[in-house]
């Protein structure tokens, strides 16, 4: 498959599961977290989707349109490994979807955050979250929700937290 077919075949499995994610949480309160506003792609998309929740948007430097950005307070610039764990006060309450894409195509990468990224999820994520993610996080106690059959096991991950 070229890189453009993986590309395309990524963007619509992510827009997909934001969509998903999105009706799900119509009934978990709580604000929406997208970390890594990039070109504020899906951040708009979960404004769009959710109109009346707040979104907080984490990146270390702003390269998207202005047009597309939450109110100043709802953005967080810098390391999200140090901004993340500790946003609670700043969120206000618990988040009911996370979204992470701070993925490349660096698998060990990817591992190494993940490492991190997991832990600093829990501690501002509603324990009953979810949590849309490009690549698999190490969750103490987590569900990986089904996906539809258009998007391939692996290529993009819903997930929501809680004991089995
Ligand atoms: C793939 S892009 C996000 C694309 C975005 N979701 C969109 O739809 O346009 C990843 C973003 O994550 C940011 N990023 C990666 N690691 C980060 C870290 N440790 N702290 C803060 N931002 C990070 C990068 O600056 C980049 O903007």
């Not at 963007?11 to 978990?28: D, H, K, N, S, W």
């Not at 309160?29 to 959710?50: E, K, S």
């Not at 992470?100 to 490492?115: M, P, Q, R, W």
Request: hydrophobic share 50%; proline share 8%; aromatic share 6%.
């Amino acid at each position: 498959m070229s890189r453009l077919d993986s590309f395309l075949r990524r963007m619509c499995a992510q827009r997909v599961l934001l969509e998903e994610a999105a009706a799900l949480v119509r009934g978990i309160d709580g604000p929406v977290v997208d970390l890594g506003i990039g070109n504020g792609r899906t951040l708009d998309h979960l404004q769009a989707l959710l109109p009346d929740r707040r979104v907080f948007a984490f990146d270390n430097f702003l390269h998207s349109a202005i047009g597309v950005l939450p109110p100043a307070e709802q953005i967080v610039m810098g390391d999200i490994r140090d901004t993340l764990p500790f946003a609670l006060p700043r969120l206000g309450e618990r988040a009911a979807l996370v979204h992470n894409d701070l993925g490349s195509a660096d698998e060990i990468g990817n591992a190494a955050t993940a490492a991190w990224l997991a832990p600093a999820i829990e501690a501002v994520a509603r324990p009953d979250a979810i949590v849309v993610t490009s690549f698999l996080l190490p969750f103490r106690n987590y569900i990986a929700l089904p996906l539809p059959p258009s998007v391939k096991p692996g290529r993009y991950h819903i997930l929501k937290l809680g004991a089995v």
